[in-house]
């Protein structure tokens, strides 16, 4: 069942994962949306920051979940940008998604059933 994942970004700027090969990379509201967005539908980022860890085959499968239908809508509201998921992946792969690609620069505003 999809879930309705409602993200804030306070400074846009400063939302990037510590890694720069995982972070954002994008600016404005859609860039960002659409990075996630390919976060969520693909296992591309999921792959590159697997091959990155000590021992890739230690790290949980499931990590790696996928949603080909996962949508992510981005806004800009004055400062601050917000994203709206809707996907089936669980919060648990979201947020380590959302943590490599902005790192501590997010904050979870609603979560709701789509």
Request: glycine share 8%; charged share 25%; hydrophobic share 40%.
């Amino acid at each position: 069942m999809p879930i309705r994942y409602h993200i804030t970004l306070r400074h846009p700027d400063t939302a990037r994962g510590d890694d720069p090969d995982f972070a954002f990379r994008g600016h404005g509201a859609e860039a960002l949306a659409q990075e996630l967005q390919d976060a969520l539908r693909g296992d591309a980022l999921f792959q590159r920051w697997r091959g990155a860890q000590d021992d890739p085959d230690d790290v949980d499968p499931a990590l790696g979940a996928t949603d080909p239908a996962a949508t992510v809508d981005g806004q800009q509201h004055d400062l601050h940008f917000d994203l709206i998921a809707v996907t089936s992946i669980p919060g648990a792969v979201l947020r380590h998604r959302l943590r490599l690609l902005a790192g501590q620069g997010w904050e979870l505003r609603d979560v709701a059933a789509a």
